[in-house]
C-alpha cells in the first residue's frame, strides 16, 4: 500500500509548475524567476539543472518550492526570495532593508573610477591605481554595493560608508566582511554625512583635516517623488524600504544638502559622483555650478536617461 499521497516532483515537473504559476500571476521574467527558484531550493547552478531533469525533489524542498513560488507570485521581489543580487560582479546579500543593487548604478562606479585617473593624470601624477591615501565617502550605502565595490577597485583606500538606517547598515556590515573589505570600509549612522563630523571630532587624530578631507563622495540618494509612488512597480513599492525609494514629495529634495555637505567636505580638487533619478537631472545640474563646482558632466545609463551627474571641487 502507497501511503504518499502525491507521487515525489522531479526537476522538470518543477521548473514547468514554476513557470506556469508565475506566467499566470503576471510576474515579468517568470521563467527566469522560476528556474532561479527552484535552483535555491535544491542548492544548485543552473547547469546542473537542465543536466539533471529527472532528480527528484525531497518533500522539504517540494514544500519550500511551493512557499517561494506563492510568495513571488504575490509580489514578493526574487532577491528578497534568495537573498542575493550580483552587482560589479560581486554577490551581495540584501533584504527588506537594503534597496536591491540596481545595474545602472554601476555607472557611478565607472564615472568615480574614470575621474580618480583623469584627476591624476591633470595633476601630472603617475596614476594611483590602487587608491593609497585616498578618502572615499558613500552616502546611503544601503547594501554598501558601491563602497564595497570600490574598496575591492582601489585595495588601499578608505572608504566611510554611511546610512540613515542602522538595519541597512548591519546588512553593508555582513557585505564588507564577506568580501573581506571591512577594515577599509567604515559604517556610520546618521543623515548624509553628519556621522563623519562626529567620528572625526571623537577620534580627532584619524583626520587632521577635518573640515575638507574627502578625495570622492559618491551617492546613490533616495531619489523618487512620493508623488509617482502609485506608478512604481508593486515589488518596489511595497516591499523595498521607504528611506532607500522616496528623496521627498518630488524627489530630488535631497541633493541641496548632499551637495552642500560634499562641497564643505571635498579637498580641492575633489570628485563628487551622483546617481539620478530619471527627471532629476534640471533640478541638480543648477545645484553644481562655478566658482565651487567645475568639470561638470552628465552620463547617461544604457537606456538613454541621464544617470550620473559628477563634477570636481575647485
Ligand atoms: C537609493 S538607496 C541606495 C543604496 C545603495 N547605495 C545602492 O546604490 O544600491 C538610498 C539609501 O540612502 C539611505 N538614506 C535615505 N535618507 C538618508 C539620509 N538622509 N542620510 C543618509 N542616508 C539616507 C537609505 O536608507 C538607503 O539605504
Redesign the pocket.
Known sequence: MDFHATKPMDIRAALKDGIAQLRAAQVASHTLAAELLLLHVVGRERAWLYAHPEELLSSVQEDALRALLARRAAGEPLQHLTGHQEFWGLDFEVNRH??I??PE?EH?IEVALDRLALREVRAGRPQNTDGSGLMIA??????G??AIALAKELPKATIFA????EA?LAVGQRNAARHGVESRVLFGA???LDVVSDALSAAPSAAPNVVRQFHLVVS????IGRRESATLQREVRDHE?E???YGGEEGYE?YGDLIAQASARLVPGGILVL?LGYNSLPAVQPLLTDPAWVQVNVTNDLAGIPRVIAAERT
Open positions: 537594503v534597496l543593487p540596481r548604478t557611478v558613500d552616502v546611503g550605502t544601503g547594501s554595493c558601491i554611511t546610512d540613515i538606517s541597512a546618521g543623515h548624509l546613490n540618494p533616495p531619489y524600504p528611506a532607500a525609494l535631497l546617481e
